[in-house]
């Protein structure tokens, strides 16, 4: 039994062995037949094999020649399968990470058509972020352009200012002159001349700085838009184009605190024989109106024990204002100067006919607040105010400090937020409006006014000759501030971030006051 057990078995292996080396031989004569039928095309030759390698697969040997159409073939692409094969391995892991999270064959296919959504929505949304962009980036380049204009403009200014100066003081370097006149002692005068040295500095010396010609002729615009004089002040006249005349038109002297305006009042009042209202009538009009001078019924002009007249009304305040308004002060040949810090309440009282002749006495904006600060600390009637205030840094730091004063009543915005269209509006009221003199140039403003000045009483005159003179070209006045200068530090810092549009308001004033020579050309001075 087990004999013919084993003879089974191995007759079996040798049947399933023959089949095997009958497959292998078909395989070989199939290949070697394919290789037969393609030698004519490729040009190959066929390489006898040896006995032992008739079990393998045949070895051919591709002898190339160099047919008609040999480079018109393609090549075969290698790498396909094994590309295919890394995308089926991942697809694959795919599939085994989301059957790990328990997804059926349903959950699968949804989830995959969210991610094919959303990857349509990126694409969707992708151009007009890369459009957003671009116009973000226009924007900004254009924004800092602009800006490096204005700054180079603002630079060059404040340069022109300075050298203009310069050439009204016989050649003398411009910053350095300006300061020097801004002292008012020795050690006030170095300390301002350090200060023009950095600022010197700062603006490179100005030499290629062209000046701005004919800056009367050019009206104030904000965003390509003309800014006009408001209606409310078309009482006054426009100073370029309507002269003045005494018989008709009537000082109109706006009262900016501590710029020498009170002096100019004192010298038209005492020295010229000119009858001023202003608020030098406060007692006489409560004395004569009950309290408030409601009851008043006409205009009276007082006389004072130093011989200067006054009309018995107080401009200092719109209540005051337009009681004087309702006694025709504007119109009265009685007056011949008005004073107050309101413009355009003041504006008021004059009409169509007899307008109102503006002037402007104007000082740099920090020199001005401290020079505040320090008169206030000396007036009894404000002690309670800044008596605690024992430093410049504590009153700048405080609510007392003023803000933008000029551009606040050039604009009539006495309260709230500033921007640049009340800017604007000031400088357009300068402009058309406003006969500016300087406190730094106190010899030709005085020249330029007393040409306005209807100086009727020679007389009156030659009598106080000597004193006017010393305070006309010397102005030794009583009302004089010395302090110390603040020239820089945290103070400095404080007020000028205060007074923003006034010191631009103030250096476009500078450029008119040259401006404004072409008007008093032929008109030398009587002293």
Known sequence: MLADIDLKSSSGEQAVSGAKTEKKSASAAAAASDIENNDDQHHTATIPLSQSQEGSTSR?????????????????????????????????????????????????NERRDVRDHRLDDKDQYRAPRVALVLFLLVCTAGGYRGFSQYWSARNSDA???????????GGEDGTRSFFRRSGEDDEHREALLLA???????????????????????????????????????????????????????LFLWH???????????????????????????????????????????????????????????????????????????????????????????????????????????????ERATSLYFSMRKNPQYEKQVGSLSSIEQYAKSSLVENNWMTRFLSNTLSGE????????????????????LLRDKTETMRRLEVLFNLKAKEKRSKRREECQEKLLYWDWPGKNRHEPVVSGEAWDILHKHNTFD?????????????????????????
Request: proline share 4%; glycine share 8%; aromatic share 8%.
């Open 60 to 108: 051919r040997i591709m002898l190339r020649g160099k047919p008609s159409y040999h480079f018109h073939m393609k090549r075969p692409r290698r790498n396909v399968k094994k590309r295919s094969i890394v995308a089926a391995q991942l697809q694959n892991i795919e599939e085994h990470k989301e059957m790990l999270m328990g997804m059926d064959t349903t959950q699968r």
């Open 159 to 169: 340069a022109a200012g300075a050298r203009r100066v310069a050439r009204m003081e």
């Open 196 to 250: 023009a040295d950095g600022l010197e500095g700062l603006l490179g010396g100005g030499e290629n700085v062209t000046e701005e010609e004919n800056i009367e002729d050019i009206p104030t615009t904000l965003f390509d838009e003309t800014i006009e004089a408001p209606q409310d002040l078309s009482n006054l006249v426009n100073i370029f184009h309507e002269h003045y005349n005494p018989n008709v038109n009537k």
């Open 256 to 366: 900016i605190p501590r710029t020498g305006t009170t002096t100019i009042k004192r010298i038209a009042s005492y020295c010229m024989g000119l009858t001023i209202a202003s608020e030098a009538g406060k007692t006489e009009m409560a004395r004569a109106g009950g309290g408030d001078g409601s009851s008043i019924q006409e205009l009276r002009i007082v006389e004072g024990l130093d011989g200067v007249k006054f009309a018995a009304v107080d401009l200092s305040y719109p209540d005051g204002i337009a009681i004087a308004k309702s006694l025709n002060v504007g119109l009265s040949d009685r007056v011949d100067l008005v004073s107050s810090p309101y413009l355009w309440d003041t504006a008021g009282i004059f009409d169509g006919y007899h307008k109102g002749y503006m002037v402007a006495m104007f000082r740099h904006p920090i």
């Open 418 to 437: 500033l921007t640049p269209q009340h800017e604007a509006i000031a400088k357009e009221v300068l402009r058309t409006k406003c006969l500016i003199g």
């Open 503 to 527: 010191l631009r308001l103030y250096e476009y004033a500078e450029k008119l006051f040259k401006a404004q020579g072409k008007l008093f050309q032929d008109t030398p001075s009587a002293w």
